[in-house]
C-alpha cells in the first residue's frame, strides 16, 4: 500500500478533521411534502448554475438524490460567502450562521429548506458545518497570510470543509479518507487563489503566503502594478508545481469514495486542475484575464476521466 505523503501543515488541519467527522448530529427533518421540496432543491440548482459552472457540471455526473444534495450545500457556501461582501457582511453572516444551524429551518427560504433535508439525511456533522462558517467569516477582514501554512488553515475552513461534507454526501470507506479530503480541499482552494490573485486584489485581499512572494522579490506593490515579469513567472511555476503535487497525492483518495460518486469528485478534481494549464497557457497574467476551462474542453477530458476514476479498486464503503 502506497503511503500518503503527510506535510507539516496537515497535522493540524486533520485533527480538526477527525474532531468534526465521529460526531454526526441527529438533525430535526421539518415535515415537507414532495412538491416544495422539489422546489427548495430546484432553487438550489439554480444558484449553482448561475455561480458555478464547474461545479454544477461536476454535480451533474452524480445519481440524482445525491446531485440535489451537493447543490443545496453549494448554495449555502454560495450565499454565505456572498455575505461577507456584502455592506453589513458581519451581521448578515452571523444571522445566516444562525439560520444555518438552526433545529427547524425558514420555512419561507427555498435554500434553507434544501439544507435541512440534506444535512439529516446525510448527517452531516454539525461541527464541519461550524468550521465552514469560521472560515469564510475570515474574509471579513483582510486576511494574514505568511507562510504556506497560514494559507493552508485558511483553506481548510472554506474549502476542505466543504470537501468533508461532500464524503458525508457521496458515502466513504473510512477515517483514512479524511486525510485525502483534507488535502484535495486546500488545492481546490490554492487554484481558485491563483486564478483570482488580480480579483483579489482589487478587492483588497492577498491570499498568497508573504515569505514566499518575499522569497522571488515580490512585493504588494508588484501586485498592484500587475506586471508578469521573471520574477513573477519563477513565483508562479513554484506555486503551480506545488498545487500539481497536492492533486497527486490527494487523487488515490477518489477511491475511498462510493463508487456513485467517483467521477463527480475525480471530474472537479481535474478540471480545477486544468486551470493551471491555463494560467500557465497565458503566460501567467491573473491580473488581466480569469483563467478556465471551456464547456468543449471539459466534455472533451471527460472520457479520461472517467477511465481513470474505473481504475480505482473499490473498497467497503459503510
Known sequence: MTTLPRHGWENRLLRLATEACPASSAWPLPK?????????YAACEAVTAVNSRSFHFASALMPGSKRRAMRALYAVCRISDDLV????????????????????????DPVLLAWADTRQRYAIPRR????LLDGVAQDLRPPAVTTFDD????AYGVASTVGLMSMHIIGYSGAEALPYAVKL????????ILRDIGEDWRAGRVYLPQTE??????????????????????????????????????WPGIGRLHPDGRLAVAAAADLYREILADIEAHDYDVFNRRAHVSTAAKLRRLPGIWWRSRRFCAPTIS
Not at 32 to 40: E, H, S, T, V, Y
Not at 128 to 131: H, T
Not at 185 to 192: D, F, I, M
Request: contains cysteine; aromatic residues 10%; negative net charge.
Open 151 to 154: 494559507l493552508a488553515a485558511y
Open 32 to 40: 415537507l411534502d414532495a412538491a416544495r421540496l422539489g422546489c427548495a
Open 213 to 250: 512572494l518575499f522569497r522571488f522579490g515580490l512585493y504588494e506593490r508588484d501586485l498592484a502594478d500587475g506586471q508578469v515579469d521573471h520574477r513573477w513567472r519563477a513565483f508562479m511555476r513554484f506555486q503551480i508545481e506545488r498545487n500539481r503535487r497536492l492533486y497527486a497525492e490527494a
Open 185 to 192: 480541499g486546500v488545492a481546490l482552494q490554492v487554484t481558485n
Open 128 to 131: 464541519l458545518v461550524e468550521q
Open 85 to 108: 461582501d456584502g455592506c453589513q457582511g458581519e451581521i448578515a453572516l452571523q444571522a445566516w450562521r444562525g439560520q444555518v444551524l438552526a433545529p427547524v429551518p425558514d420555512p419561507q
